[in-house]
């Protein structure tokens, strides 16, 4: 039995490592457990309101009307837990995505029922549909022979899937509930980026994005490298599928150096080292990335379509079945295909770490696993999330220790999150609306903060291309920029001005809002009175007096409705041009006054809100 001192003294331990537990930001409970840890927001002088719409502005595309409220009761920490935990249920979500079959097709399903219109022309011409001489003569005629070519055999262009892809990517920025999932979706496919524009591996990304980043996106960083690594867009866009090694395992026989230099294909060991894991200045040399390509060797796509890759593996599969050739070192997993005898089996060394020859599909594990866990990437990784969720610039001390939380649980990213959280510099005022939205978060929060109804998604992609963002089509692997300095320019500007004053005044088709409904239906006084009421509905939290001053000039611009028409008519036919849907354009009416020198347009001051510098940032 303890006496009374040594029983008060346990007592108090007890209490203070309690205490120390809760105000510690490296403690992580389960989601739907307790909440251990605080946001040190009251630190720095920050209100709750004030800290909500920062949390928000960080980890969603942007508030909703009476969002920041619903966080501060939720409380702020149990919000971010849930969305950390990224399980609530989507069903309006899923009701607006019902109708767009092809996302839920698996690669094999993609790659059978939609084909690039060169393949269709060969399938046409093969069948005898169509003579391929006379086709380049009467073009019209021979388009109208394919659409029903196509038809006839229930085939699909690639275009509809690509466009179905965009649309729904719009969609769950907009309507999902697990915005932070959405958010570190668009991150890591960044990270992480294919490309549409490499017509190879187009048809692969749509599963790319559902089954390989976004159920992977608040997990471990290694189980994310490693999925991206194996799949087919991957493996296409960085040109791994096609990688031989030096050593032909099946008759031992050396293959020559010339040959060797011919099929061995070091673009993805490059880009794995230097934009996914390691970082340019990670500590790897030429010849670590040489290395690294041979150890990757064999890694290819399993057979899928008649008009698609792998197919040079069909006849051996067919003829030797699964259970011979797993016998015989192949691995197959999904879409992912391991082929031994194009490996390189000799020796490798890389990171000063030595593969011992012979070796096969595991050693690609092994390499991977190692840079995954190599102190390189746990700073590089760090620095990245750090730059998207604090500022362009973001302090050493917090990439140490988030890098710290990073080797120390194997990268696990909820954990890395919240010891960004729970950081006093997450929550400086260095780092308050810092961060200038790209063209997709500004058009989004947009959306968001009109509680907008999207019937057709599409003419919201035709101007993120205008304001210079045209998602999933950034040809080079290192992703769109993360920092302000590329997204700002005059000519930039001038597109997401026109965006907003468009988008208030209803001139972009498939767009729905209630512009009064914001303001419970109460009309404002003025337009002065206009632009405070609104400024607060769409950019809660903050401090607008600057804003307001800044903008109540151009109220009473004599041109503006000139201005406001022109951006909407070139949007009008530009999403005409491109869009089947093109919807009647309509606009709100005049709010006025009996004095008529006071008319104003309710539109044109929450365009002009829109494409403020303030709504520009986050």
């Known amino acids: 039995m303890y006496s009374k001192n040594q029983a008060l003294f346990i007592l108090v331990l007890i209490v203070v490592l309690l205490n120390a537990i809760v105000l510690s930001a490296s403690v992580v409970q389960l989601p739907g457990a307790p909440v251990f840890y605080r946001f040190p927001y009251a630190k720095v002088g920050l209100t709750e309101e004030q800290a909500a719409a920062h949390l928000v502005s960080r980890f969603t595309y942007g508030a909703t009307p009476g969002m920041i409220d619903n966080v501060m009761a939720t409380g702020l920490e149990n919000w971010f837990e849930k969305q950390l935990a990224a399980n609530t249920t989507d069903a309006p979500l899923d009701e607006r995505l019902r109708d767009y079959d092809a996302l839920t097709l698996s690669n094999a399903e993609v790659v059978n029922t939609y084909y690039k219109n060169a393949q269709i022309l060969r399938m046409a011409v093969a069948d005898g549909v169509i003579d391929r001489d006379s086709a380049k003569v009467n073009i019209a005629g021979y388009r109208e022979q394919l659409r029903q070519y196509a038809r006839d055999k229930n085939i699909r262009s690639e275009r509809e899937l690509t466009r179905q892809f965009i649309n729904q990517k719009i969609l769950r920025a907009v309507y999902s509930e697990n915005q932070l999932q959405e958010v570190l979706t668009e991150f890591w496919f960044n990270h992480f980026n294919v490309s549409f524009t490499k017509r190879i591996c187009s048809q692969f990304i749509p599963a790319y994005e559902r089954d390989v980043i976004r159920p992977r996106a608040l997990g471990k960083f290694q189980d994310l490298l490693i999925a991206t690594a194996k799949s087919p867009a991957m493996l296409l866009y960085l040109d791994n599928f096609s990688s031989v090694g030096a050593m032909d395992s099946t008759n031992k026989k050396r293959v020559s150096s010339k040959k060797r230099m011919r099929g061995l294909n070091e673009n993805y060991a490059r880009e794995v080292m230097e934009l996914h894991t390691l970082g340019v200045d990670g500590g790897y040399t030429q010849n670590d990335v040489t290395e690294a390509a041979r150890i990757l060797t064999g890694w290819t ?218 303001n419970n239906n109460h009309e404002p006084e003025s337009a002065e009175d206009a632009l405070a009421t609104y400024s607060k509905l769409l950019m809660p939290g903050r401090n607008l007096d600057k804003t307001i001053q800044q903008l109540t000039p151009l109220l009473n611009a004599p041109d503006l409705q000139q201005k406001v028409d022109e951006a ?36 044109q001051i929450v365009g002009i809100l829109l494409g403020s510098p303030e709504f520009q940032r986050r």
């Not at 990073?406 to 919240?418: C, N, P």
């Not at 009008?572 to 354009?585: F, P």
């Open 568 to 603: 909407a008519g070139k949007a009008a036919q530009s999403t005409a041009a491109t869009d089947s849907l093109h919807e009647e354009i309509t606009s709100d009416q005049p709010l006025a006054k009996s004095d008529q020198t006071d008319v104003y347009r309710l539109s």
């Open 301 to 518: 796509i399993y057979p899928m379509g008649k008009e698609n890759f792998g197919n040079g593996y069909r006849k051996l599969l067919d003829n030797a079945g699964e259970e011979k050739l797993t016998a015989r070192g192949y691995i197959h997993d999904g879409d992912f295909l391991f082929t031994p005898n194009r490996h390189d089996t000799g020796e490798k060394k890389v990171l000063g770490i030595a593969f011992k020859a012979g070796g096969g599909y595991d050693e690609g594990i092994q390499l991977l696993q190692m840079l995954a866990a190599h102190p390189s990437t746990a700073k590089f990784i760090a620095a990245k999330i750090a730059t998207r969720f604090v500022s362009d610039n973001p302090p050493a001390s917090l990439i140490d220790a988030m890098a710290k939380t990073f080797r120390d649980t194997d990268g696990d990213i909820k954990k890395v999150l919240i010891t960004m959280t729970t950081s006093v510099e997450f929550w400086d005022v260095s780092a308050i609306r810092t961060k200038t939205k790209s063209p997709f978060e500004l058009a989004i929060s947009s959306i968001r903060a009109l509680q907008a109804d999207i019937r057709n998604p599409y003419p919201v992609y035709t101007w993120l291309t205008r304001m210079g963002q045209p998602v999933y089509f950034y040809q080079a692997p290192t992703g769109f920029p993360d920092k302000g300095q590329h997204w700002i320019n005059t000519g930039s500007l001038l597109n997401r001005m026109n965006f907003g004053l468009a988008l208030a005044d209803k001139r972009i088709p498939g767009i729905k809002f209630n512009l009064l409904g914001l």
